[in-house]
């Protein structure tokens, strides 16, 4: 089977969510007799600073053909909504390569992504896909960080939290033609797919490489030292 794979990072064990599924997934495609063929979504500093690229040679050497497609350097702080979902994304940057390459797509035989601007991208090529959508943007404003709301990086956030409420009504629409069957859409957690099926979004619960963990209730340690161990280089 030939194979447009769409995603973002590097291929790397050690690098985080993405860095994983690009590492084994590709290794296992290839390894079972696939051709595929890859864009990686990157930006410069990240290439320097946070991921390496010796992982690409030994899956070249079994077939891959890859892209790098480089990311927006510029974000415009006052852009909110739609338009901040869609920077986020980095969706005008997916969606020129989707066109650029569009005859070259018609050549394949199925197309896989990681990423929202992928999938908003892909929706409209007519080719069977897996679509994953990854960290949903509504999310981290609701759980993420908070910066001081009085400085004007806080007004920002406040802002743009504002400005994305709306969110859960837009998806439908997004991501109309997506239907479960010919046209997947999928996520990691069970509890994001709840949420995009309450939202009127079919989306299917890919399990992840590892069993899932078990629920720990929170408890207060009388005695010993706390260890953490941390995966990844970021």
């Given at each position: 089977?030939?194979?447009?794979?769409f995603s973002t990072g590097?291929?790397?064990?050690?690098?985080?969510?993405?860095?994983?599924?690009?590492?084994?997934?590709?290794?296992?495609?290839?390894?079972?007799?696939?051709?595929?063929?890859?864009?990686?979504?990157?930006?410069?500093?990240?290439?320097?600073?946070?991921?390496?690229?010796?992982?690409?040679?030994?899956?070249?050497?079994?077939?891959?053909?890859?892209?790098?497609?480089?990311?927006?350097?510029?974000?415009?702080?006052?852009?909110?909504?739609l338009n901040f979902l869609?920077?986020?994304?980095?969706?005008?940057?997916?969606?020129?390569?989707?066109?650029?390459?569009?005859?070259?797509?018609?050549?394949?035989?199925?197309?896989?992504?990681?990423?929202?601007?992928?999938?908003?991208?892909?929706?409209?090529?007519?080719?069977?896909?897996?679509?994953?959508?990854?960290?949903?943007?509504?999310?981290?404003?609701?759980?993420?960080?908070?910066?001081?709301?009085?400085?004007?990086?806080?007004?920002?956030?406040?802002?743009?939290?504002?400005?994305?409420?709306?969110?859960?009504?837009?998806?439908?629409?997004?991501?109309?033609?997506?239907?479960?069957?010919?046209?997947?859409?999928?996520?990691?957690?069970?509890?994001?797919?709840?949420?995009?099926k309450n939202w009127g979004?079919?989306?299917?619960?890919?399990?992840?490489?590892?069993?899932?963990?078990?629920?720990?209730?929170?408890?207060?340690?009388?005695?010993?030292?706390?260890?953490?161990?941390?995966?990844?280089?970021?």
């Open positions: 089977m030939k194979i447009a794979y590097v291929p790397d064990p050690m690098q985080g969510g993405s860095g994983i599924l690009n590492y084994y997934f590709l290794h296992y495609l290839l390894d079972n007799g696939h051709k595929v063929k890859a864009f990686f979504r990157v930006n410069d500093a990240f290439l320097e600073k946070h991921s390496t690229l010796k992982h690409l040679p030994p899956l070249v050497s079994k077939g891959l053909v890859y892209e790098f497609v480089n990311e927006n350097k510029r974000r415009w702080p006052l852009k909110f909504g869609f920077q986020q994304q980095q969706y005008f940057v997916c969606k020129k390569i989707i066109d650029e390459h569009n005859n070259e797509l018609m050549t394949f035989d199925v197309c896989f992504s990681l990423d929202l601007g992928w999938a908003l991208a892909l929706k409209e090529i007519n080719l069977p896909k897996i679509c994953i959508l990854a960290d949903p943007l509504h999310g981290r404003f609701k759980y993420g960080a908070h910066p001081c709301y009085l400085t004007p990086r806080g007004l920002l956030h406040i802002m743009r939290k504002l400005s994305i409420r709306s969110l859960p009504k837009w998806y439908p629409d997004l991501l109309r033609g997506f239907d479960d069957k010919r046209n997947i859409l999928g996520c990691w957690a069970p509890q994001e797919v709840d949420q995009y979004v079919q989306v299917r619960h890919f399990r992840w490489f590892c069993p899932s963990a078990n629920i720990v209730h929170k408890h207060t340690p009388k005695e010993g030292k706390l260890v953490a161990l941390h995966l990844g280089s970021l």
